[in-house]
């Protein structure tokens, strides 16, 4: 069989480098049975056509042919990959500028966010993979895009009996800080991290949580400028800079705000949320200015 393959993301996002994680496990899965397995063109006739989509903002080809297989969070929420896919080793060789192994520890999440689709799409938390079966034999880089891994005892200890293993991980999602004690504090101290300590702060009441596990870090060695915070920027663009404002005080700390963008609630972010996240959050202005300084000074008084 000749099998095409479609990444939405790729397609849409010139610059997106991040793999498919679902076409690479179907590209693994169609090789293992002799079939010819190619990127997809409108040009070219195929057997069969899987294309996957990650986020429903992402436009969808009109090319495509009406009996794709598409999968993916972007076209269904309750899309999943069958046993026999899902169980094969990811074929890296379609995405050969990653460098880096991915992959899931845990999947689901106990949680209810109203952002979230994750409890809807994968249920609650449970054990998915040993670490070591994610791992590749060309690098000592593995990149976890679990949801919430530190709710679940599998998975802290999974991280723990990584410590001294040689790989650099990078948990990609953002660690809840609520659930770091003093044992996590020191399996995260002890870890070789690619590059960042990753954490989210979507709330108030997340603020206290952030603090705390930066002050238990410091006790281990790990100062702020290794943390990463993701910071959900709602309508309510104050509330966001509040939480900025609170989470600078921890000097060197690094911030990385997200518009809320639900297109299947209708939720898009605005003007002020994309000015606050894109030209005050992640150009830095931030460390030197508040919110509303940083309004004055570019005569920003109205979004509308």
């Known amino acids: 069989m000749k099998i095409g393959l479609h990444d939405s993301e790729k397609e849409h996002f010139r610059h997106k480098t991040y793999p498919n994680y679902a076409l690479m496990k179907i590209s693994a899965y169609h090789k293992s049975l002799g079939d010819s397995v190619k990127w997809w063109s409108p040009l070219e006739k195929y057997d069969r056509v899987y294309s996957g989509k990650i986020f429903d903002f992402t436009p969808e080809n009109p090319y495509l042919p009406p009996d794709a297989i598409k999968g993916g969070t972007g076209y269904d929420v309750k899309s999943a990959l069958p046993q026999e896919i899902d169980d094969m080793y990811p074929d890296y060789s379609i995405y050969p500028e990653c460098d880096y192994a991915i992959g899931f520890i845990t999947r689901g999440c106990p949680n209810s966010c109203r952002w979230c689709v994750v409890p809807q799409k994968e249920g609650a938390i449970k054990p998915y993979r040993e670490w070591r079966e994610l791992v590749r034999s060309d690098s000592k880089k593995l990149v976890l895009m ?36 003093d044992r996590i504090a020191e399996i995260l101290s002890c870890l070789k991290w690619i590059r960042f300590i990753r954490f989210s702060c979507d709330t108030n009441a997340q603020i206290e949580a952030v603090r705390s596990t930066a002050d238990r870090l410091l006790k281990y060695g790990v100062r702020p400028y290794r943390l990463f915070i993701y910071l959900l920027v709602t309508s309510d663009v104050d509330n966001a800079a509040y939480r900025v ?55 920003i008084f109205d979004y509308k």
């Open 146 to 181: 679990d949801n919430n891994i530190l709710a679940c005892r599998y998975g802290v200890d999974q991280l723990e009996s990584m410590i001294d293993s040689g790989y650099a991980i990078d948990l990609n999602q953002g660690m809840d800080a609520g659930l770091v004690d």
């Open 245 to 299: 404002d609170q989470l600078k005080q921890l000097r060197g700390i690094n911030i990385y705000a997200q518009p809320e963008r639900n297109t299947r609630m209708g939720i898009i972010p605005n003007a002020e949320q994309r000015e606050f996240a894109q030209k005050y959050v992640y150009s830095g202005c931030f460390r030197s200015e508040t919110w509303e300084d940083y309004k004055k000074r570019r005569k």
